[in-house]
């Protein structure tokens, strides 16, 4: 029980590093830590705009751990074994990486047939004379329910063959250099990708020591009272052999002898492998990966067996070589400082694509609009073609501050009182002569002629309002600038603010917000004084997104002020 708790507490702290370590930011392509001091001349070019590629980051290294089903494939059927795995692999490129890999695994295998032609293969005991040994049956004939062979050349018989059931158990170890093609982390419509799917080919070296389970503490097995199974009833005869026999595989199977090179005692051999996996990224420094990898050996001897019976007795040598898979399931971590996660996770056209839609590096041409009259109003807003050198709004249309008719560049007289047009081609007014008593002409006492309001602020503008908006835009602003420039001319004159619609609550309100923000303005921004306006509001026959703007009548009154009618309704902007 306490050594289940140790382990529990081994793998809580485990977990809680790696969840801590995988919390460490990985930088952007831009910055220059992550870039080795041999592509820095590179970097210095593409961010100085003289080179169009970015240099090739630093990117992390990737070590891992597997653990997995382990089988040889060989001449007899196999078990259920375990095989392990390390290994350190380095990107060169997007696409290209090479991996180191260790594996050790242990293969097993139990034959539900028994065979009693081994005479050849040695690890069973059997030593025949090399002259019977090689020499081809003539007959086989039945004695004590065991075979005899007769040879051929001598007409000798030996003894009789007691029937066993191959069997072996093989640890094995190889270190290969291992090409790793990723198939999937360019993609064209996402920036990364969750999975990464991958290819090896590889080269190595191959350690193999090959036993079977030939005894019973010194004793041969008694095999006899085992029947031959069958495809269908191997499984009570392996139950069987599973009773009888022991786990010690003692005996050292069949191999190369000195025909092949040794290591630490054991038959080395130069392998190939193949494989395909699939990663899954768990954060930018963890990721765990489901492989499969078949690696192939020129050598039979694998499963410690290479002989084949013939129907006349004798035993031949088998035509193909044995191999191994490790089915496997790994945990791989990054390592590395100021480094960018290995390259086979990153999309190499990401950068491309967010320069194309964010561009910071990328040399663009300053974008030039036509501007036909050059008044400084593009065409695609312009409202009028302008004379040049005349000051216009924000549409392109010229000022004219005093509405006269002549645009301020042509105006001599900027600012003609109402009264004292119209004006000549040069907007100058004729104003009236004062009169030199006030019995003669009465009239034009004081500057000139009795005139109403109507005459003297002329007609006034609309104001027009986006819709469910009480905000004065900036030509609503320019237009009551003018207003207020004539009501200053003429302080004895009021003037009428009129709003619309009155159908229903939300209209109502809508037409006074709009009243109010016009009064509002006029007098927090051009500093007339609010006893100036008419406040009218809920009228029909107009639109409900504009306001209308008269000079009072002569003895017409009106509030300059009015409580909302709906103040729930009121609009923020």
């Known amino acids: 029980m306490a050594s289940k ?51 090739k980051p630093r990117n992390q290294w990737e070590i891992g751990i597997k653990v997995g089903s382990f089988k040889v494939g060989g001449d007899m059927p196999t078990k259920l074994s375990p095989g392990f795995g390390v290994h350190v692999r380095k990107a060169f490129g997007y696409i290209f990486s090479l991996r180191l890999e260790y594996m050790y695994g242990i293969g097993k295998g139990q034959h539900f047939r028994h065979t009693e032609n081994y005479a050849k293969n040695h690890a069973w005991g059997v030593n025949l004379a090399a002259s019977e040994r090689y020499s081809a049956p003539q007959a086989v004939t039945g004695l004590g329910g065991f075979r005899q062979i ?12 007691e029937p066993i059931f191959y069997n072996y158990k093989t640890t094995i170890q190889d270190l290969s250099l291992e090409g790793i093609v990723t198939l999937n982390n360019i993609r064209f419509h996402k920036a990364k990708t969750g999975f990464n799917f991958y290819a090896i080919v590889g080269v190595g070296g191959t350690v193999y020591d090959a036993k079977v389970n030939a005894l019973n503490g010194s004793t041969k097995y008694n095999f006899a009272a085992i029947p031959q199974g069958t495809y269908k009833d191997r499984k009570k005869t392996l139950d069987d052999l599973k009773a009888l026999m022991d ?4 005996t050292p199977a069949e191999n190369q002898g000195d025909r092949r090179p040794k290591l630490f005692g054991d038959t080395f051999k130069v392998s190939g492998s193949i494989g395909a996996g699939i990663a899954f990224k768990l954060s930018e420094r963890i990721n765990i990966a489901l492989e499969d990898r078949q690696t192939l050996v020129k050598d039979d001897l694998l499963d410690g067996q290479q002989w084949q019976e013939h129907a006349w007795g004798d035993a031949a040598q088998t035509r193909d070589f044995d191999s191994y898979n490790m089915l496997s399931l790994g945990l791989n971590i990054n390592l590395g400082g100021k480094s960018v996660e290995p390259l086979w996770w990153l999309n190499p056209l990401d950068y491309a694509y967010s320069e194309i839609r964010n561009p910071r ?5 300053k974008p030039v609009l036509p501007d036909s009259d050059g008044d400084g109003v593009t065409d695609q807003f312009d409202l009028e073609q302008t004379p ?49 008593t006030c019995e003669n002409c009465p009239d034009l006492c004081k500057g000139g ?22 905000a004065i835009t900036d030509d609503a602003k320019a237009v009551l600038a003018n207003v207020a420039s004539r009501m200053r001319n003429n302080p004895e004159c009021k003037v009428v603010v009129i709003g619309y619609c009155s159908s229903n609550k939300k209209e109502q309100q809508l037409s006074w917000d709009h009243v109010n923000a016009v009064i509002s303005y006029m007098v927090d921004k051009e500093g007339i ?16 997104n504009t306001v209308d703007l008269r000079a009072a009548g002569e003895g017409e009154e009106g509030p300059n002020r009015v409580d909302p009618p709906h103040p729930n309704l009121m609009k923020k902007n």
């Open 5 to 55: 708790k140790y382990l529990l507490l081994v793998a809580v702290v485990f977990f809680t590093a790696i969840s801590s370590f995988s919390q460490v930011k990985i930088g952007t392509y831009y910055d220059s830590t992550q870039i080795p001091d041999r592509r820095m001349p590179q970097h210095t070019e593409f961010l100085n705009g003289t080179y169009n590629f970015p240099a």
């Open 150 to 161: 007769v040879s051929s050349r001598t007409g000798l018989t030996t003894t009789p063959f």
């Open 247 to 250: 786990d010690t595989y003692e």
């Open 361 to 365: 590096l990328m040399r663009l041409p």
């Open 388 to 436: 040049a050198n005349c000051p216009v709004d924000s549409h392109g249309v010229t000022k004219d501050t005093d509405g006269d008719g002549v645009p301020d560049c042509k105006d001599k007289e900027l600012i003609t009182p109402t009264y004292c047009q119209p004006v000549d081609a040069d907007g100058v007014g004729k104003c009236p002569v004062p009169c030199p």
């Open 449 to 470: 002629p009795a005139e109403n309001c109507s005459t003297k602020l002329g007609a006034l503008p609309s104001i027009s309002f986006r819709p469910n908006s009480k």
């Open 529 to 544: 004084s609010q006893d100036r306006f008419i406040f009218n509001y809920m009228q029909e026959g107009g639109d409900c």
